[in-house]
């Protein structure tokens, strides 16, 4: 099982603001990046860090850590939206990457 | 533009070698690490291993009995190479480039497409 635990799924009502989570001990020492993944695509770096958005990512996606506690907030959720989201980081040793469970993302 | 490409056998036998390559087209493949990652049917990712260009190599310790990344700078490429497969290897396989910024923040910035391999009789 994973090291970073995020909820399975969320749903956020279209032009609302979503937070996705992702828990991990490593997080106190290493900084989260998150990735968006919709059917049949390959993942897309969303947001990393801090506070780095990659080129091309609408600025509703932004990125926030707290104590063991990495956030993803989309705020004003687009129909495109809708996707699993993926963060990743460092395990527990430091030593390896390792990925979250994943949350499903349904904007009704 | 950067993009990188996975190739291989689609179909791999039980007990048998699962053996992929990820050519890097548009940019050397020199001055990064590029991993492997993979998604079983409906399932979430999996961080697989990377080398980095200078040939250092790290993986998942769970696969760690059983697999080698390799890279060839002339051909611009690296490859995997699973061993003793099995269905539980059957999975969509990415490769995908990692980058590290100045606050040392680990980030894969670019990814293939996905090659689906299935493990099968």
């Known amino acids: 099982s994973s090291e970073l635990a995020q909820d399975p799924a969320v749903s956020v009502a279209l032009g609302q603001t979503v937070r996705i989570t992702c828990q991990g001990d490593?997080?106190?020492?290493?900084?989260a990046s998150w990735y968006q993944q919709k059917p049949g695509q390959a993942p897309v770096l969303v947001f990393y860090g801090e506070n780095n958005r990659p080129s091309g990512i609408p600025d509703r996606f932004s990125g926030s850590t707290s104590g063991n506690t990495a956030s993803l907030t989309i705020t004003g959720a687009q129909a495109e939206d809708e996707a699993d989201y993926y963060c990743?980081?460092?395990?527990?040793?430091?030593?390896?990457?390792?990925f979250g469970t994943g949350t499903k993302v349904t904007v009704l | 533009q950067v993009e990188l490409q996975e190739s291989g056998p689609g179909l791999v036998k039980p007990s048998e070698t699962l053996s992929l390559t990820c050519t890097v087209s548009?940019?050397?493949?020199?001055?990064?690490?590029w991993s492997w990652i993979r998604q079983p049917p409906g399932k979430g990712l999996e961080w697989i291993g990377y080398i980095y260009y200078g040939g250092r190599t790290d993986c998942n310790p769970s696969l760690k009995s059983r697999l080698t990344i390799s890279l060839d700078r002339s051909k611009n490429l690296f490859s995997l190479k699973l061993i003793s497969v099995t269905a539980a290897d059957t999975a969509v396989y990415f490769c995908?480039?990692?980058?590290?910024?100045?606050?040392?923040?680990?980030?894969?910035?670019?990814w293939g497409r996905g090659t689906l391999v299935t493990v099968s009789s």
């Open positions: 995908a480039r990692e980058k590290v910024d100045t606050t040392m923040v680990w980030y894969f910035d670019l």
């Open positions: 990743n980081s460092r395990d527990n040793s430091g030593d390896h990457r390792v």
């Open positions: 490593s997080l106190r020492n290493y900084y």
């Open positions: 548009g940019d050397s493949i020199s001055g990064y690490y």
